[in-house]
């Protein structure tokens, strides 16, 4: 009788320990789901510092953790515009198989530099063609000036906005701008109609001081004074003729990207 009242102890006891393991294991299996995901910043042509470096990170991890989508920034000294830079943007996604991905690649080659922006999964929608090009243009005043960490600070914070806002939203009509000149239109508009009708009317016409039922015209003459002739040459007949070019031209593929720009 004694070890049936101390069982109900022990299994109270080993219980307890059970509960504590499964509460710790729940954060990680909630993030299962991202387990594969996570930030690269690859700086092989050696841009940025590590400090700089250590912030950009905590940017990518920002998207990454809000909109489970992985930021790889990659930068290489032999990388040029005249290399297939698409293909070696893609091999270098390859490598890293993640669904949602963003990815911002410089290439330093000396006299040829390049840097383009791409998206994948959710990203390709969400940072599609339109505001990949519009991320490239923000960045390329800093790029073009050295400025490498701001310009990559540019890319991150664009790249966060974006993802957390539909391309729809782009439409001018969501425009504060545009927004602000509705608002006067419709505020000047019925002022201007109320201005207008507050004023006096004429009343007065031609037809105030004249009696068109007793009028009537009661003469009238034609006077002749002269006639003008114009002689016109003859236009000569002309035997030659003209000739157009005409030429086939290819078409380029498109690509979810913003195109890349040269620095």
Same mark, same amino acid.
């Given at each position: 009788? +004694?070890?049936?009242?101390? /069982?109900?102890?022990?299994?109270?006891?080993?219980?307890r320990? +059970?509960?504590?393991?499964? #509460?710790?294991?729940?954060?990680?299996?909630?993030?299962?789901?991202?387990? *594969?995901?996570?930030?690269i910043? /690859?700086?092989?042509? &050696?841009i940025?510092?590590?400090?700089? &470096?250590?912030?950009?990170?905590?940017?990518?991890?920002?998207?990454?953790?809000?909109?489970?989508?992985?930021? !790889?920034i990659?930068?290489?000294?032999?990388?040029?515009?005249?290399?297939?830079?698409?293909?070696? #943007?893609e091999?270098?996604?390859?490598?890293h198989?993640?669904?949602?991905?963003?990815?911002?690649?410089?290439?330093?080659?000396?006299?040829?530099?390049i840097? &383009?922006?791409?998206?994948?999964?959710i990203?390709e929608?969400?940072?599609?063609?339109?505001? *990949?090009?519009?991320?490239l243009?923000?960045?390329?005043?800093?790029?073009a000036?050295?400025? !490498?960490y701001?310009? #990559?600070q540019?890319?991150c914070?664009?790249?966060?906005?974006?993802?957390?806002?539909?391309?729809?939203?782009?439409s001018?009509?969501?425009?504060?701008?545009?927004q602000?000149?509705? *608002?006067?239109?419709?505020?000047?508009?019925? +002022?201007?109609?109320?201005? !207008?009708?507050?004023?006096?009317?004429?009343? +007065?016409?031609?037809?105030?001081y004249?009696?068109?039922?007793?009028?009537?015209v009661?003469?009238?003459?034609?006077? !002749?004074?002269?006639?003008?002739?114009?002689?016109?040459?003859?236009?000569?007949?002309?035997?030659?003729?003209?000739?157009?070019s005409?030429?086939?031209?290819?078409?380029?593929g498109?690509?979810?990207?913003?195109?890349?720009?040269?620095?």
């Amino acid at each position: 009788m +004694v070890i049936y009242r101390k /069982q109900p102890g022990y299994i109270l006891k080993y219980s307890r320990y +059970v509960f504590i393991i499964l #509460m710790a294991l729940i954060p990680f299996l909630s993030l299962n789901k991202t387990a *594969c995901a996570e930030t690269i910043i /690859q700086d092989d042509a &050696e841009i940025i510092s590590s400090d700089e &470096e250590k912030k950009l990170q905590g940017l990518c991890d920002k998207i990454l953790k809000e909109y489970d989508t992985s930021v !790889y920034i990659w930068t290489d000294s032999d990388i040029s515009g005249s290399s297939n830079f698409t293909y070696l #943007m893609e091999m270098f996604v390859a490598t890293h198989p993640d669904k949602n991905i963003i990815i911002l690649m410089v290439g330093m080659c000396p006299g040829d530099r390049i840097y &383009e922006v791409q998206g994948y999964g959710i990203a390709e929608e969400m940072v599609n063609n339109k505001r *990949c090009g519009k991320i490239l243009d923000d960045m390329h005043s800093d790029m073009a000036n050295g400025n !490498y960490y701001s310009a #990559m600070q540019i890319f991150c914070q664009k790249s966060y906005t974006y993802m957390g806002r539909h391309p729809r939203l782009d439409s001018i009509i969501f425009s504060p701008v545009f927004q602000f000149i509705i *608002c006067l239109i419709a505020g000047i508009v019925p +002022v201007a109609i109320i201005a !207008y009708n507050s004023g006096g009317r004429t009343t +007065v016409n031609s037809h105030t001081y004249l009696d068109i039922n007793n009028s009537r015209v009661i003469g009238s003459f034609d006077r !002749y004074t002269h006639t003008t002739v114009k002689r016109t040459a003859k236009p000569r007949d002309n035997d030659s003729s003209g000739g157009g070019s005409s030429g086939g031209g290819g078409g380029g593929g498109s690509h979810s990207s913003g195109g890349g720009r040269s620095f």
